[in-house]
């Protein structure tokens, strides 16, 4: 029984840990990454990748642009965000926009990498933190462009992701194993996920 309780208390701390340490989940505050977000790349410039990178098909790339082109047609004073998860043993899904999630839930898939594409925010930047690896370091695209972080191929799990916009805020939400959604976190950057707990991300939503 004090085992239980024990385990139910730390799952409301680490809960509300997500709030105060600015969303990264059940981290500690240190594991930020140690190099602040740069600045978004300028409108319609490429992909910048972070070192260990790695770039999704352009296929995938197409259609997460694509899905924000078509967004920001249908509304085109509105602040669109778009993203694709790759997970495991499904692979790349298709792209969903604003606040649809991406990845899977009770299925107990790590998500291992995300491309993400914006436009009316002034381009993006994202950071991926991975098993064995820490924070992947910092990637940019410019206005409709998409950029990857995360890896494929490896088996490797997503444990926090780190995104920034140009102008404005980002806001964005978590699922994690052993946990369920944590709180939503808005910020520029924003955080979510965990650190230093070995807990896979199983799923992300993602609005500005």
């Not at 924000?68 to 790759?86: E, I, K, L």
């Not at 107990?108 to 914006?118: C, L, N, P």
């Amino acid at each position: 029984m004090k085992n239980s309780m024990s385990k139910a208390a730390g799952a409301v701390l680490g809960l509300a840990l997500a709030g105060v340490l600015g969303a990264t989940g059940v981290a500690q505050a240190q594991a930020l990454p140690s190099v602040p977000a740069p600045a978004p790349a300028p409108a319609g410039s490429a992909a910048v990748a972070g070192p260990s990178a790695v770039r999704a098909p352009a296929s995938v790339i197409a259609q997460v642009e694509a899905a924000t082109a078509r967004q920001h047609a249908f509304a085109p004073n509105a602040r669109v965000v778009c993203y694709s998860a790759h997970v495991q043993d499904i692979g790349w899904q298709a792209a969903v926009c604003d606040g649809q999630v991406a990845g899977t839930t009770g299925q107990g898939r790590r998500m291992e990498a995300v491309v993400i594409a914006t436009r009316g925010v002034g381009g993006v930047c994202a950071n991926a933190h991975l098993a064995e690896v820490g924070w992947q370091g910092w990637a940019c695209a410019g206005e409709g462009a998409a950029v990857t972080v995360g890896t494929t191929g490896q088996s490797r799990r997503m444990e926090a992701l780190g995104v920034q916009v140009g102008s404005g805020g980002v806001a964005a939400q978590a699922h994690i194993a052993n946990y369920g959604w944590l709180n939503s976190a808005s910020g520029n950057p924003v955080y979510v996920g965990s650190t230093g707990q070995s807990l896979q991300m199983e799923a992300v939503r993602i609005w500005a």
